[in-house]
């Protein structure tokens, strides 16, 4: 399928007001870009998300890599990706040496609207609220002054906005940590596909930390004798285990890379969470 028009201009400003973008929160945020406006230098990536219930749309491997680790952290409540600056000028006070005119379209001359990456709404443990912006760059791109340019305006114009700012790049990003992840992320709302209930998916699951218990064997070994004792398809106990660490009843070092191949595995069963807090967890 081929791109949209790349042309800005205000006719489509205009358009994308209308259809809410940038608007709303939770499931009904629509992100300002999305994977059909623009080109990316990277693989782009539609995800559905654990803490919103609707699908992100992520221009780039670090963009995806950084949107798993959010998904994983507890306090992170929302996530908003690709998020407009609006009314940029007016809401930036001092911006006489910023140069706005960088980030126009060469035909049209209408001003572009900048988006930062993410908003982040976080829940402290006092229950308060709070939002984080986040920019993510490759940390060869700091070296541009265009990027700078544009890091700048964002920088200021969350400044205005009270809210703290900063850039991700993929010295602060654990590829191992995000694509452990990538591995067990889909594993909450992709259970109906392999003919599960939520009720279901966690009998399943309780029968199988019965057995990761002092485990001894690898957990391919006990993931495949889980399935011929159940007689159910290859795998299916495999998919159950990877529930499990999604849904965090189980523990297991995510800064390393999960090997399921590995003898006595190191396997933290968690204090047993009521089956309404898994179901609140399955999507």
Known sequence: MTKRNQSWNENKYNRFIKEGRGQGAGKEYKPWLTIQDFPSMGRVSRILGWKSGRVHH??????????????????????REHYP??????????KSD???????????????????????TINRADGVNLHLARSIKMASELEKKKTLERLEIERR???EKGIDWGVVT???ISNVL??????????????AERGFTQDELIYLGNSLIERLVDAKHSI??????????????????????KFLIASKQIGIDMTNQIDINLSNPIIEVKTRVTLEEVKRKCL
């Open 170 to 172: 993929q010295k602060e």
């Open 178 to 191: 995000a694509k452990n992840i990538e591995w067990v992320h889909s594993c909450l709302y992709s259970y």
């Open 98 to 120: 910023l140069n706005f005119k960088l980030f126009t379209d060469k035909d049209s001359g209408y001003p572009y609207t900048l988006s930062t990456n993410f908003l982040i």
């Open 220 to 241: 391919r070994k006990i993931t495949a004798d889980f399935d011929k004792e159940f007689n159910y398809d290859s795998g299916t106990a495999l998919f159950v285990f």
């Open 157 to 159: 114009y969350w400044t």
């Open 85 to 94: 600056l609006m009314h940029l000028e007016d809401t930036i006070q001092h």
């Open 58 to 79: 992520l221009f780039s491997d670090l963009q995806t890599r950084y949107f798993y680790m959010l998904e994983w952290e507890d306090a992170v409540v929302d996530i």
